[in-house]
């Protein structure tokens, strides 16, 4: 399931993951000058990989009207090649 949150209040990677955990999410960012701040509005979170497809169709949306996207999060299944598992400390 696609939740669309479109919220305003800028937020780090640890905040959002902290509050959407084993999800992937997209966030709006400023500039690209501030891609490597880790952190953005968040705008939607996908709570499964079977709504992956519509975060991404989303996210084409969203460039189409000029905004820069930043996909983040895990579903945590392991789903790269030679990836068992995820961990954060």
Same mark, same amino acid.
């Given at each position: ?16 993951? *902290? ?6 999410? $997209? ?6 000058? !501030? ?6 509005? $968040? ?9 992956? $497809? ?6 084409? !949306? ?17 789903? *790269? ?9």
């Amino acid at each position: 399931m696609l939740k669309i949150l479109d919220e305003k209040v800028l937020k780090t990677d640890d905040e959002i993951e *902290a509050q959407y955990k084993d999800c992937k999410y $997209l966030t709006i960012i400023d500039s690209y000058d !501030r891609i490597g701040d880790n952190d953005g509005y $968040l705008y939607c979170v996908s709570m499964s990989d079977d709504s992956y $497809l519509e975060l991404i169709r989303e996210r084409d !949306r969203l460039e189409n009207e000029g905004k820069i996207c930043v996909l983040g999060g895990s579903y945590n299944n392991g789903g *790269a090649v030679g990836v068992q598992y995820e961990y954060k400390e």
